[in-house]
């Protein structure tokens, strides 16, 4: 969410890297909202119109507005837990995965993403940091995806993005996807 097109996308990009168009599986996205277990603190992020939207089987678009309110470098870090989730009950299983980098090396390393999905942006040039604070736009970027082996594990997961500042939480958000 670094400017919340960032964090978003990078979020986004990991979410969406659980499903790929020919594989017998599919990913639905069941909810996408902001991180209720923050206050989601409007004086560094502002997710404005950002969201995602499913366009074929698989296939998912990132589109709209946000604004880092402040600039975010590696002294902010940028946090993703994926956990089994009871979608009926709303209730976190175990964690199956966790990501927890500085934010801007976990941008500057990513080779798949970023750089396409720049292309659809006005986020800055990979490899500057820190993100400056500004408004930023995604423009109908569709996300890449890559896949599960065959074998992957189906069922419910909720996924938080989260963005920290000194290891605590300052904004995020969640989601919840189903892979059938």
Do not use: H
């Not at 986004?12 to 599986?25: F, P, R």
């Not at 976190?92 to 941008?107: H, I, L, Q, T």
Request: proline share 5%; hydrophobic share 35%; glycine share 6%.
């Amino acid at each position: 969410m670094t400017s919340v097109s960032g964090l978003v996308v990078v979020g986004l990009m990991l979410l969406v890297y659980t499903a790929a168009d020919d594989k017998s599986y599919s990913l639905e996205l069941n909810s996408f909202d902001k991180n209720p277990k923050f206050e989601n603190d409007d004086t560094w992020v502002d997710w404005g119109t950002l969201r995602m939207k499913k366009v074929a089987r698989n296939k998912y678009t990132v589109d709209g507005e946000f604004e880092f309110k402040k600039n975010i470098g590696d002294e902010q870090k940028l946090s993703l837990q994926v956990f089994a989730y009871d979608e009926a009950a709303k209730q976190k299983g175990p964690m199956v995965m966790n990501v927890n980098k500085p934010f801007c090396e976990f941008v500057n390393e990513d080779v798949d993403t970023y750089p396409n999905l720049q292309k659809k942006s006005n986020l800055p040039e990979q490899g500057d940091c820190p993100f400056p604070k500004g408004k930023y736009t995604i423009d109908n970027y569709e996300m890449e995806t890559t896949f599960l082996p065959e074998d992957a594990p189906k069922g419910d997961y909720l996924l938080e993005l989260s963005l920290l500042d000194k290891d605590v939480g300052i904004s995020g958000l969640v989601a919840s996807v189903t892979l059938t």
